[in-house]
Antibody, heavy 121, light 106 residues
Framework: EVQLLESGGGFKQPGESLNLSCAVS????????MSWVRQAPGKGLDWVAA????????HYADSVKGRFVVSRDNSKNILYLEMKNVRAEDTAVYYC??????????????WGQGTLVTVSS | EIVLTQSPATLSLSPGERATLYCRAS??????LAWYQQKPGQSPRLLIY???SRAADIPGRFSGSGSGTDFTLTISSLEPEDFAVYYC?????????FGGGTKVEI
């Protein structure tokens, strides 16, 4: 059974940093690209970042480019999102999502349960 | 960035009725459009990909159509568990984008 479990969310003040993790099981991790997708409270879905299975090719939304970094440890089956200089508008539930293959294609077959990030002064 | 506009914002229907949801892209996305369902307190679930292909374990009452800029998700006969929010997503070009959602309510 495919499982995706996010962690690391919490309360931060603007300008601070935060690291999210997504631990996966039930599939061969390095065979699949992964993404982070967020959802602000009461709002729609907002794609954040994607990373190929090898960890070499990343894509970012313009709103997070230069502030967030997506990475993965294929030996530990964990996807990461390093968030720097967070802003109030980064407040959201952050989901990790499993893509359909090793190249990022934006087709999200499975999702985690999400972790809440709140940014406020 | 490709903007996806979903309509209507809210669809009020009864169980057994047919639901038709629309998604319009600001630029052509070929057939690379997906539909997701999200229930309150739950993660999104993939329903349809590549405009008309049903994802694994999705009931046959869900169908998708369209190409280019105009897409439709149809639920042929609403079941009580189908009342939820539906999002379209394009994966034809980076950045990936989602529509604003359509809420299907009783």
């Amino acid at each position: 059974e495919v499982q995706l479990l996010e962690s690391g969310g919490g309360f931060k003040q603007p300008g601070e940093s935060l690291n999210l993790s997504c631990a996966v099981s039930g599939f061969t991790f390095d065979n699949y690209a992964m993404s982070w997708v967020r959802q602000a409270p009461g709002k729609g879905l907002d794609w954040v970042a994607a990373l190929g299975g090898s960890g070499k090719t990343a894509h970012y939304a313009d709103s997070v480019k230069g502030r967030f970094v997506v990475s993965r440890d294929n030996s530990k089956n964990i996807l990461y999102l390093e968030m720097k200089n967070v802003r109030a508008e980064d407040t959201a539930v952050y989901y990790c999502a499993k893509d359909g293959g090793s190249l990022s294609s934006g087709l999200f077959h499975q999702w985690g349960q999400g972790t809440l990030v709140t940014v406020s002064s | 960035e490709i903007v996806l506009t979903q309509s209507p914002a809210t669809l009020s229907l009864s169980p057994g009725e047919r639901a038709t949801l629309y998604c319009r892209a600001s630029q052509p996305v070929n057939i690379f459009l997906a539909w997701y369902q999200q229930k309150p307190g739950q993660s999104p679930r993939l329903l349809i990909y590549d405009a008309s292909s049903r994802a694994a374990d999705i009931p046959g009452r869900f169908s998708g159509s369209g190409s280019g800029t105009d897409f439709t998700l149809t639920i042929s006969s609403l079941e009580p568990e189908d009342f939820a929010v539906y999002y379209c997503e394009q994966r034809n070009a980076w950045p990936l984008t989602f529509g604003g959602g359509t809420k299907v309510e009783i």
